[in-house]
């Protein structure tokens, strides 16, 4: 299974298993209405969280929190359904940062990103496709740099705000020199090599 097929099967299933009590619960149209209105987009449910895998793409699970380890390689974001006839929609991102940005960050995936005039605002603007099963995703991962503390993320579809998720990125631990340490994959204790600095990882 591929990576982007394990994201896809693992938001269908939290979607269907968390819309009930969603905060962001959004009406599902009939397909009468669908036909009425073709280029209609309609939200059904969004979350916010991290992607933990053990060090396997194939035992991979999405959780659901506003808590993110700082740790190396963590990836963690938002995932939404949407019904809708199109093929893809236009996707803004804005971030309200715990301090300003010192750089500004690379443009990638055709992406526009832009900063406030105190950096402390970042904003991504992006047409994103549509997923098979009207899913839609988008994750990071925590660099070195990141700045701990308490952000704010508001997510819009077609300019309308469907989740605002206040989340906050832990303190990176620092680096130990021999002893035991934490494996970033899997979160158990071993021991590193006398002299080592780095966190363990599964071989």
């Given at each position: 299974m591929?990576?982007?097929?394990t994201?896809?099967?693992?938001l269908v299933g939290?979607v269907?298993?968390l819309?009930?009590r ?7 149209a009939?397909?009468?209405?669908l036909l009425?209105?073709a ?5 059904n449910v969004?979350e916010f969280?991290i992607m ?8 991979a699970a999405f959780?659901a ?6 740790i190396?390689?963590?990836e ?6 949407v ?5 893809a ?9 715990p301090?300003?940005a010192?750089v500004?960050?690379a443009?990638?995936n055709?992406?526009s990103i832009?900063?406030?005039?105190d950096?402390?605002?970042l904003v991504i603007e ?9 899913v ?5 991962t925590?660099?070195e740099?990141?700045?701990?503390g308490a952000y704010?993320?508001r997510?819009y ?9 206040p989340?906050?990125?832990e ?5 130990r020199?021999?002893?035991n340490?934490?494996c970033?994959?899997?979160?158990k ?8 600095t780095?966190?363990l990882?599964?071989s």
């Amino acid at each position: 299974m591929t990576y982007a097929g394990t994201v896809l099967a693992l938001l269908v299933g939290v979607v269907s298993t968390l819309a009930p009590r969603s905060a962001v619960n959004r009406h599902v149209a009939s397909d009468a209405e669908l036909l009425n209105a073709a280029d209609t987009v309609l939200i059904n449910v969004v979350e916010f969280g991290i992607m933990r895998n053990n060090g396997d793409i194939d035992s991979a699970a999405f959780i659901a929190t506003r808590v993110i380890p700082n740790i190396e390689d963590q990836e963690y974001g938002w995932g939404l359904t949407v019904r809708t006839s199109r093929h893809a929609v236009h996707v803004r991102e804005e971030f309200d940062l715990p301090r300003p940005a010192s750089v500004a960050e690379a443009t990638h995936n055709a992406a526009s990103i832009t900063y406030s005039d105190d950096r402390r605002r970042l904003v991504i603007e992006r047409d994103m496709r549509v997923q098979p099963g009207g899913v839609m995703w988008h994750f990071w991962t925590s660099e070195e740099d990141d700045a701990p503390g308490a952000y704010e993320l508001r997510l819009y579809i077609e300019d309308r705000l469907v989740g605002r998720f206040p989340y906050v990125l832990e303190p990176r631990a620092a680096p130990r020199r021999g002893g035991n340490g934490v494996c970033t994959k899997c979160n158990k204790v071993g021991s590193l090599d006398p002299g080592a600095t780095s966190a363990l990882a599964c071989s």
